[in-house]
């Protein structure tokens, strides 16, 4: 972080720099507005530095040493050795390179950035607190851009030492030889999964019944019990109580809904329960925005608050929190801002969990397609039958289209793969590019790919995959 130096005035002035904000900053330079990004703590906000990139990292790393000691079937013998201090420092320099280069990219836009923390003070006027003062800076625009955090249980305070956030889970220099996670979302099991990797004894607790809500009973089917095999311990219907310190850790207490108890003890807890929009830095009330019931701000389909000069983009702004949503918002605020025809889309934002196998879906879901009264076809392609997976010794997984019955449009798709994430992208652009099932059938895919499955799945949809049609 470098500048300190607050002008009096901007036409836009950006609160929060992670990708929703950082995004904005660079859009708007680029259109060649006066812009002024204001960050307190780190430039890329929680997705470059504590978030998104810190945990494919760690997973990245994981992975590595799980595939070399679990490399019999392909010959390798290797008894690989994490040493999680380097894999933090190597971490560390990723971030570096990243958030330097966001620096870099705004002020090659002609952004002004400046350290501190913004607080409204009216519909115009922003005060910001830096080392060196406070200072007033008046602007034409404003963008809320800043995000969320990990939501705390009541009593269980992160201590960075046995009760920790994923930011704090993120930066452990060693491997805790035991650790429960209290919540089975995405956090949850990619941090589940890549510790068990990296040699942890891994008990998750979930109040649900089941991992993953929201990704399909398969996907989490799937996911949990390669989990298993990976060592994880799943306890369902049970909530995290209390907990005590013991020699070494702590003993985390749960109940169940009969108020049966239990206890875990571990050396230390991750508690990811979810996150909760941030709104208690900035002084909503000064611009007259009332927060919605869950402490979001509510915007249109521009990213305009109920405040005609004011906008909101991220996490801040809603589900679903995810920084490839933050970015496309920020962008379109700064057009919109600009004085250019832009607006949102959400038909096709991509979800993914990096797990293994990795889950992803994009569009709807066949239950969401019938409920939005589609007459509904879906295609399925299993990865046993894929020659590329079983040369990455894998079988497990498959990718399916959702599609309307009537003219074949692509509505939705999931997968659940090795690179799941990287192969959701083509489904993507064809949500937004309107292509039927029958363009991706048709469509040359490179032999021998994971992505084949896209073209096998999308001709099952009218039952003429030439691998795997279901006689
Ligand atoms: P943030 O990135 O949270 O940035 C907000 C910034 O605003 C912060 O830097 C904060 O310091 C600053 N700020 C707040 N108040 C003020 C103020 N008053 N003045 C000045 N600055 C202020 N998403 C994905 O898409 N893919 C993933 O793989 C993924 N993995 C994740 C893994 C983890 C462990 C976590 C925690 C999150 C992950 N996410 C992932 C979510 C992703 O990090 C967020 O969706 C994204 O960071 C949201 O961007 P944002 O710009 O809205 O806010």
């Known amino acids: 972080m470098s500048d300190t130096h607050v ?27 006066d812009v002024t990004l204001v960050e307190k703590e780190a430039y890329g906000g929680t997705c470059l530095n504590f978030g998104c990139i ?14 070399a000691a679990t490399g019999g079937n392909r010959g390798i013998h290797a008894d690989p050795d994490i040493d999680l201090a380097e894999t933090v420092d190597w971490k560390d320099d990723v971030v570096d390179r990243l ?12 952004a002004t950035l400046v350290e501190g923390r913004a607080e409204f003070a009216d519909e115009s006027t922003v005060a910001v607190h830096t080392d060196e003062g406070d200072h007033e800076l008046s602007f034409d625009h404003a963008v809320v851009a800043t995000g969320s955090r990990a939501v705390e249980l009541p009593d269980f305070p992160f201590d960075e030492d046995t009760i920790l956030d994923s930011r704090q889970a993120l930066a452990l220099e060693e491997a805790p030889e035991s ?128 405040r005609e000069n004011v906008f909101a983009i991220g996490d801040v702004a809603g589900e679903p929190m995810l920084a490839h949503k933050a970015m496309r918002e920020g962008e379109v605020v700064a057009e919109v ?25 994009v569009g709807m879901t066949e239950d969401e397609a019938a409920d939005a009264g589609y007459d509904v076809i879906t295609g399925e392609m ?19 289209v959702v599609a309307d019955a009537d003219e074949g449009y692509l509505l939705g798709a999931q ?26 059938a048709a469509t040359i895919h490179t032999h021998p790919t994971l992505s084949e499955a896209a073209k096998e799945a999308a001709a099952n949809a009218h039952d003429h995959a030439i691998h795997t049609r279901n006689d």
């Open 337 to 361: 801002i600009a004085g250019e025809p832009a607006a949102l889309d959400y038909q096709a934002v991509p979800a993914v969990v990096f797990t293994d196998p990795e889950i992803a879906t």
């Open 7 to 33: 002008p009096d005035e901007t036409e836009v002035v950006i609160v929060g720099a992670g990708p929703g904000g950082y995004v904005a900053a660079i859009r708007a330079g680029q259109l060649g507005l």
């Open 54 to 67: 810190p945990s494919k990292a760690l997973i990245s790393a994981a992975d590595a040493a799980h595939e």
């Open 179 to 306: 650790l429960v996670i209290v919540g089975a979302g995405y956090i949850g099991m990619e941090l589940a999964t890549a510790y068990a990797k990296a040699g942890a004894d891994v008990t998750v607790v979930e109040m649900l019944d089941e991992i993953l809500p929201g990704y399909g009973a398969a996907a989490s089917e799937l996911v949990r019990e390669r989990a298993t095999d990976l060592g994880v311990d799943f306890h369902f219907g049970e909530r995290a109580a209390d907990w005590r310190d013991r020699d070494g850790g702590i003993t985390l207490v749960t109940e169940d809904e009969g108020g049966e108890k239990a206890e875990y003890d571990a050396e230390k807890v991750l508690v990811a329960i979810g996150r909760e929009p941030v709104i208690d830095t900035v002084t909503l009330d000064a611009l007259g925005i009332e927060p919605t019931d869950d402490g979001f701000i509510e915007t249109d389909g521009r990213g305009r608050t109920e």
């Open 99 to 110: 958030t330097g280069g966001v620096e870099q990219l705004c002020e090659r836009a002609g």
């Open 382 to 400: 299993p990865l046993r039958a894929s020659g590329r997976a079983l040369t990455l010794d894998t079988d497990e997984g498959f990718v399916r």
């Open 415 to 440: 997968l659940v793969a090795p690179e799941a994430s990287e192969l959701v992208a083509e489904f993507g652009l064809a949500l937004e590019l309107g292509a039927t099932v029958e363009d991706i």
